[in-house]
């Protein structure tokens, strides 16, 4: 229960300032990455046979986040969010999208779409586009077909395409039976290549 000081130069507790500063969201980011990786790994060990410490290896990883997140809360929660804000702002230009803020299942299927429509020439426009067709159960996925009408392999349901229009990486064709690459998306993808991205999860922060 908080107490309130008869000293009114005194500061007061309040709620806020009881349970600490506010996260990091970058760091918050860092760790999710870094489970998803350790979560990854355990499965790519178990089909080989391999020894798996997956609650070992996310245990250290707890342990760093909460020295990390200790030593932010002593610098100063404030400059700690000044200094990541400048950091975001300058790394993510207003015509592309920051790689790492697209979520990692939709990252790993707009990777996909982009390496085979646009491959890794800086190229600034597509013929390349999806589709619906129907699959089992009566449903409806969307399929990437490339020039000439080739279909692709990959496809993609509702759920991610309504994400990745909601990041504005993609949009409408001529009409809404076709979905295609966004310029702004396009210019992720590149920026993401510039950078020397070549997997889904490159360019990701880790926990140190």
Request: neutral net charge.
């Amino acid at each position: 229960m908080l107490k309130k000081s008869s000293n009114p130069d005194e500061p007061v507790e309040t709620p806020m300032s009881a349970r600490g500063p506010a996260g990091n969201a970058d760091r918050k980011r860092q760790f999710r990455e870094t489970a998803r990786d350790i979560l990854h790994m355990a499965k790519v060990k178990r089909q080989f046979g391999d020894a798996v410490d997956a609650a070992g290896a996310l245990a250290s990883a707890m342990e760093r986040a909460y020295r990390f997140g200790f030593e932010d809360a002593l610098k100063g929660s404030a400059g700690s969010k000044v200094d990541s804000a400048s950091a975001s702002a300058s790394e993510a230009p207003d015509d592309a999208m920051l790689w790492t803020m697209i979520p990692p299942r939709t990252r790993g299927t707009f990777w996909s779409i982009c390496l085979a429509a646009l491959g890794r020439d800086g190229r600034s426009a597509t013929p390349s586009y999806l589709e619906k067709v129907p699959a089992r159960g009566g449903k409806w996925v969307w399929q990437l077909v490339v020039p000439e009408r080739q279909p692709y392999e990959k496809r993609v349901g509702d759920g991610t395409i309504t994400t990745l229009f909601r990041l504005g990486l993609l949009e409408y064709g001529e009409d809404e039976t076709r979905v295609i690459l966004s310029d702004y998306g396009i210019k992720t993808w590149n920026r993401f290549c510039e950078r020397g991205g070549q997997w889904p999860d490159d360019l990701v922060e880790k926990l140190p």
